[in-house]
């Protein structure tokens, strides 16, 4: 709907904050609807609105008339909602600064930020002296600092990634620290902190930047925990309530923002929980990864997986049942109690439960799970379906399909998996160990395609006999384009790359079934392509895949196997 949203569903949107437990939102980059700051008024929620000066300026008469104007016109048009705290006038505005770096050019140029914020701020409290002002930083401290920006506003945001954009999550709590103690009577506000989580995405080993629910949970618990543990931290905006669409990003998720604590249907992500156990004041209790409704994993001996679920929860202790059966009690820490479930092929129900003076509080989750057999001769579950992830180290859930993937893993005798290579990763890239970030055209299965492992000898599964089909899945992963780094990613160089002229021949079960297969047929760049075999397997031989390369390496990015009969 893009900027036609009706009231009802700005109105929405505020509730959804609310009901998180949350008691502040900051409007950005632009003011929005009328609709928006009437919820906030209604719901006592407090609003910060700012004007769009965003990442540079422009150095003219004219658009410091424009950002004057703008601001003016924000702050008497919504002068009289009392949610409204904070007027803002600037974000990131050093982010991509004009001219050469240390230039005099860009020298002047900073000077003129800093001239046009003193204009602000001063029209700012002129205009409305009851309220405060505010200009939201990148995490260049120096630069801020030294330009006197940090002296202006009486209130000093910082959009801080530590963990995500920036490598370790202890930069954060030393640069709030630094903020105390260069800064001391400037209130601080973290006005942006997030990570992607894609709900198709998830690991029980998360990593930054793997796009997973999982990390994405876990950069939010130590950012929280942070800002708790330091008083002079004024408050915190996530980064950001709800998913929506980023025309230039290129992720797992392409041209969409997925560091939402909710999706763009407005459904709630496991964070999202997290923070209403910590935030609001009644009895809450919820089970995690609740969206994760379509799960696979290798059954043990018991003909189980055990995988482990959280629970988020504001009360001492939680029971856990599975399809009735009691799995026992955990204590809760920090807001979470973990439990290890033994997952059985099919439907799994589980429920949750809290006791608090004398009421009961519970919730309830059905997850579809796709249990994989581990012997060629298992008589418990017999084989059906099993979709792998080459070069990576994630679970994908496709609720359309109602498939599960599986992360790769190294073939051993009775079971399945890879044989040699080793797994694809981008060069000059920081942020991702695997992988890459890249729009893979022709799919919407990015992740699977967006993986791979090289240079493999074979794929090899010990099946039982009889009908099956093989699909195999590429994504030439290389091209000679270039791509600048983000702009969030500081450390990071344009990514830089050599395309590879790549040729070679499959087998499957020593019969040829593909020749020549590279980059000057099927194997265009960036863009998804599969095969799909039907064979018959006899004599307890299983199914195996072998590639032999004639040019550079042979690739495989993700393998479907399913028996028909």
């Avoid at 950002?67 to 505005?93: L, T």
């Avoid at 669409?245 to 041209?255: E, F, G, K, Q, V």
């Avoid at 809290?354 to 994989?372: H, R, T």
């Avoid at 297969?517 to 265009?524: A, R, T």
Wanted: charged share 25%; net charge negative; hydrophobic share 35%.
């Amino acid at each position: 709907m893009a900027n036609a949203l009706p009231d009802a569903l700005h109105e929405q949107d505020m509730k959804l904050l609310k009901d998180m437990g949350a008691n502040f939102v900051r409007i950005s980059h632009y003011p929005q609807d009328p609709a928006v700051l009437e919820a906030c008024d209604r719901l006592g929620i407090l609003a910060s609105e700012e004007i769009p000066i965003v990442n540079r300026i422009t150095q003219s008469p004219e658009f410091t008339a424009n950002c004057e104007q703008m601001q003016r016109e924000m702050i008497r048009q919504n002068f009289n909602h009392p949610c409204v705290i904070i007027w803002a006038y600037m974000n990131e505005v050093m982010l991509q600064p004009r001219y050469q770096r240390d230039s005099p050019e860009q020298e002047k140029y900073f000077d003129d930020i800093a001239k046009l914020a003193k204009t602000l701020d001063s029209l700012t409290r002129k205009e409305d002296p009851s309220r405060y002002t505010m200009i939201s930083c990148h995490g260049d401290f120096d630069r801020y600092n030294k330009n006197g920006i940090t002296k202006i506003p009486q209130i000093v945001g910082w959009n801080l990634y530590y963990g995500w954009y920036a490598p370790d999550f202890e930069g954060f709590g030393r640069f709030l620290d630094r903020h105390l103690q260069e800064l001391p009577d400037k209130p601080v506000i973290v006005t942006e902190y997030g990570a992607d989580g894609d709900t198709r995405l998830h690991s029980f080993e998360p990593e930054r930047f793997d796009k997973t629910i999982e990390y994405q949970t876990v950069y939010h618990k130590k950012y929280l925990k942070a800002m708790m543990d330091r008083p002079f931290v004024v408050g915190g905006a996530m980064w950001c309530l709800v998913d929506f669409n980023s025309y230039n990003r290129i992720d797992a998720a392409p041209h969409t923002n997925t560091k939402g604590v909710a999706t763009e249907e407005r459904v709630p992500k496991d964070v999202y929980y997290y923070y209403q156990a910590n935030l609001l004041k009644r009895p809450f209790i919820k089970i995690g990864s609740r969206n994760w409704k379509v799960r696979g994993g290798i059954a043990d001996a018991n003909g189980e997986c055990v995988q482990p679920v959280e629970v988020y929860s504001n009360l001492s202790e939680v029971s856990l049942w599975l399809n009735g059966k009691m799995l026992g009690k955990q204590a809760v820490q920090d807001k979470v109690a973990l439990f290890n479930v033994p997952f059985k092929d099919g439907l799994n129900n589980l429920k949750v439960s809290a006791d608090k003076d004398g009421i009961s509080y519970e919730d309830f989750a059905d997850i579809n799970f796709k249990l994989q057999p581990v012997l060629q001769k298992d008589t418990l579950l017999p084989f059906k379906e099993l979709n792998v992830s080459l070069g990576d180290t994630r679970f994908y859930a496709d609720d359309k399909l109602q498939q599960a993937w599986v992360p790769e893993k190294p073939y051993t005798k009775g079971s399945w998996g890879y044989i040699g290579g080793h797994v694809f990763s981008m060069k000059n890239n920081s942020l991702q160990k695997i992988g890459t970030n890249k729009n893979i055209l022709a799919t919407d299965y990015d992740p699977i395609y967006a993986t791979q492992r090289v240079g493999l000898d074979g794929f090899k599964l010990d099946v039982p006999d009889g009908k099956y089909q093989v699909t195999l899945l590429f994504a030439e992963l290389l091209s000679n384009k270039e791509r600048q780094a983000s702009v969030y990613d500081l450390n990071n160089a344009p990514q830089k790359e050599q395309s590879v002229n790549r040729n070679f021949d499959i087998f499957i079960n020593d019969e040829k079934v593909a020749e020549g297969l590279g980059d000057d047929n099927y194997l265009e760049p960036e863009r998804a392509f599969s095969i799909r075999y039907t064979i018959d397997v006899t004599d307890g031989k299983g199914i195996d895949v072998s590639f032999k390369a004639n040019k550079s390496e042979s690739i495989l990015n993700g393998i479907q196997v399913k028996r028909v009969f």
